[in-house]
T-cell receptor
């Protein structure tokens, strides 16, 4: 079946501009995660959505970052007033169940963001 | 101290070798554990879950030691195609998922 998809695959933007990154999770998956990964570094957790519960935003690095998940499916990560240090690969993952029965995550191909 | 720690390596081994990676975690409330592999400039892909009793998938064996709070991955008969970065992942019931920074493996002919 279809996996997690993300768009765009690459985004080059000027410092100070806003960007929106999109994630389409696997159908039926209730949990959705956003991470970012800088070159040669590990994954940095950003935000976690589980069903209709309030999202866990504890990983968002600043108030320039926000995310929403509409209808329990598609998610959008928005970065306002981008800075050069925001340059990274932004990865989305979905999981069939969260909470007490945490399951494996399936990743999308990522969006490579470059802020010039 | 990081919540999940891995030896970054790199591990450089010849084809056919056996290699083992360890991963330690600090949160005793952790409930589920996984190993992922990540190829260069690609997204992480699930390699295997880790069960308390230990589990095997072909040449790969995963173990969990809750008392000492570590998980391990053993790769037997290494292949060139096993070259990648191996990430351990620890989840809590609250939905928090923490990735280690990964261990890099290079298998050489």
């Amino acid at each position: 079946g279809a996996g997690v998809s993300q768009s765009p695959s690459n985004k080059v933007t000027e410092k100070g501009k806003d960007v929106e990154l999109r994630c389409d999770p696997i159908s039926g998956h209730t949990a959705l995660y956003w991470y970012r990964q800088s070159l040669g570094q590990g994954l940095e957790f950003l935000i976690y959505f589980q069903g209709n519960s309030a999202p866990d935003k504890s990983g968002l690095p600043s108030d320039r970052f926000s995310a929403e998940r509409t209808g329990g499916s598609v998610s959008t990560l928005t970065i306002q007033r981008t800075q050069q240090e925001d340059s990274a690969v932004y990865l989305c993952a979905s999981s069939p169940l969260g909470g007490a029965s945490l399951r494996e995550q399936y990743f999308g191909p990522g969006t490579r963001l470059t802020v010039t | 101290r990081k919540e999940v720690e891995q030896d970054p390596g790199p591990f450089n081994v010849p084809e056919g070798a056996t290699v083992a990676f360890n991963c330690t975690y600090s949160n005793s409330a952790s409930q589920s554990f996984f190993w992922y592999r990540q190829d260069c400039r690609k997204e992480p892909k699930l390699l295997m879950s880790v069960y308390s009793s230990g589990n095997e998938d072909g040449r790969f064996t995963a173990q969990l030691n809750r008392a000492s709070q570590y998980i391990s991955l053993l790769i037997r008969d290494s292949k060139l195609s096993d070259s990648a970065t191996y990430l351990c992942v620890v989840n809590t019931n609250a939905g928090k998922s923490t990735f280690g920074d990964g261990t890099t493996l290079t298998v050489k002919p």
